[in-house]
T-cell receptor, first 114, second 112 residues
Framework: EAQVTQNPRYLITVTGKKLTVTCSQN?????MSWYRQDPGLGLRQIYY???????DKGDVPEGYKVSRKEKRNFPLILESPSPNQTSLYFC?????????????FGEGSWLTVV | GENVEQHPSTLSVQEGDSAVIKCTYS??????FPWYKQELGKRPQLIID?????GEKKDQRIAVTLNKTAKHFSLHITETQPEDSAVYFC???????????FGKGTMLLVSP
């Protein structure tokens, strides 16, 4: 089954404790991206990657890191989480970019930073 | 960068009524406009999209219209059903660009 899988789905952590949210897709998509969803703010892009070893900042990259060492994986790293990073995070992928392609979202990861 | 405004933020209708959600975009170079539906607790999923070379597209009970001159596009849902209740997001993107800018969403509630 074609899917985008992210883990963990739910996490409560403490301020400053590094964490990684993993994302994997099995559709051989070149494009992968991370969004955060907050009430009243919609979906905002954090980082995206057009292909292996190619990553770029989205609209809200501060406090996040990503890497794309393999085509199927695109982990999101919070080096020193803060309470304002409490949010619902979605990983997404599409065949060749955001324009003109269906974007497939993962199930989401609820992150709470206390 | 692109800015997408979406209205209304909430919309309540009776089952069987029509619902219209409107979006405006800022960059005249944008040429791809998808709509995503997010049911409660689930991921967003594409329901319909339109490219700038057409003015209207239909798929059963949903349709999208685009006015490039005014830089706005709208989602129309006819004969609404309770299962249409969800948050709907519009978005805009430019050909060859890697970002999709989303509106802030419209919560649609269809009452039986």
């Amino acid at each position: 089954e074609a899917q985008v899988t992210q883990n963990p789905r739910y996490l409560i952590t403490v301020t400053g404790k590094k964490l990684t949210v993993t994302c994997s897709q099995n559709m051989n998509h070149e494009y992968m991206s991370w969004y955060r969803q907050d009430p009243g703010l919609g979906l905002r892009q954090i980082y995206y990657s057009m292909n292996v070893e190619v990553t770029d900042k989205g609209d809200v990259p501060e406090g996040y890191k990503v890497s794309r060492k393999e085509k199927r994986n695109f982990p999101l790293i919070l080096e020193s989480p803060s309470p304002n990073q409490t949010s619902l995070y979605f990983c997404a992928s599409s065949p060749t970019g955001a324009s003109g392609n269906t974007i497939y979202f993962g199930e989401g990861s609820w992150l709470t930073v206390v | 960068g692109e800015n997408v405004e979406q209205h209304p933020s909430t919309l309540s209708v009776q089952e069987g009524d029509s619902a219209v959600i409107k979006c405006t975009y800022s960059d005249s170079a944008s040429n791809y406009f998808p709509w995503y539906k997010q049911e409660l607790g689930k991921r967003p999923q594409l329901i319909i999209d339109i490219r700038s070379n057409v003015g209207e597209k239909k798929d059963q009970r949903i349709a999208v219209t685009l006015n490039k001159t005014a830089k706005h596009f709208s989602l129309h849902i006819t004969e609404t059903q309770p299962e249409d209740s969800a948050v709907y997001f519009c978005a805009a993107s430019m050909k060859g660009y890697s970002t999709l800018t989303f509106g802030k969403g419209t919560m649609l509630l269809v009452s039986p």
